[in-house]
C-alpha cells in the first residue's frame, strides 16, 4: 500500500527555520515526482514546490522563491522541505503528495497520492 508520512511540523517564530519531511511506504520515491502543498484556514491548497522524479528538476511557488529549498534522499525514501526566513503568512498544513509522471507540477489535481499533512504555525 502506497502511503506518505508528513513530519517536521510545530511553531516558529518570524525568521526562524523548520525542514519539513515527507517519507514513503509501499514504493520508492526516486520514481515519482513530488509536490509540497499548503492549506490555511479558508483558503484553497496552493503548490509550494515540487521535485521531478529521476532527474530532480525543481519548481518553486513565487512566494517561497529563496526561502524554500526542495531536496531528496534516495536512500531514505524521503523527500524535505527547507523553509527559511519563514513569515506569519506561511501558517498553514503542508501536505506532500506524489504522481509517477514528470515534469513536476504545482497544481492539485495532478496528484494521485497523499499525505495527512503537517501543522507549521508562524508565530511570534
Known amino acids: 500500500q502506497l502511503q506518505l508520512v508528513e513530519s517536521g511540523g510545530g511553531l516558529v517564530q518570524p525568521e526562524g527555520s523548520l525542514r519539513l519531511s515527507c517519507t514513503a511506504s509501499?514504493?520508492?520515491?526516486?520514481?515519482?515526482?513530488i509536490g509540497w502543498f499548503r492549506q490555511a484556514p479558508g483558503k484553497e491548497r496552493e503548490g509550494v514546490s515540487c521535485?521531478?522524479?529521476?532527474?530532480?528538476?525543481?519548481n518553486y511557488a513565487d512566494s517561497v522563491k529563496g526561502r524554500f529549498t526542495i531536496s531528496r534522499d534516495n536512500a531514505k525514501n524521503t523527500v524535505y522541505l527547507q523553509m527559511n526566513s519563514l513569515k506569519p503568512e506561511d501558517t498553514a498544513i503542508y501536505y506532500c503528495?506524489?504522481?509517477?509522471?514528470?515534469?513536476?507540477?504545482?497544481?492539485?489535481?495532478?496528484?494521485?497520492?497523499w499525505g495527512q499533512g503537517t501543522q507549521v504555525t508562524v508565530s511570534s
Open positions: 521535485i521531478s522524479r529521476r532527474l530532480g528538476s525543481t
Open positions: 509501499g514504493f520508492s520515491l526516486d520514481w515519482y515526482s
Open positions: 503528495a506524489a504522481e509517477s509522471s514528470r515534469p513536476c507540477q504545482l497544481r492539485v489535481g495532478w496528484y494521485d497520492y
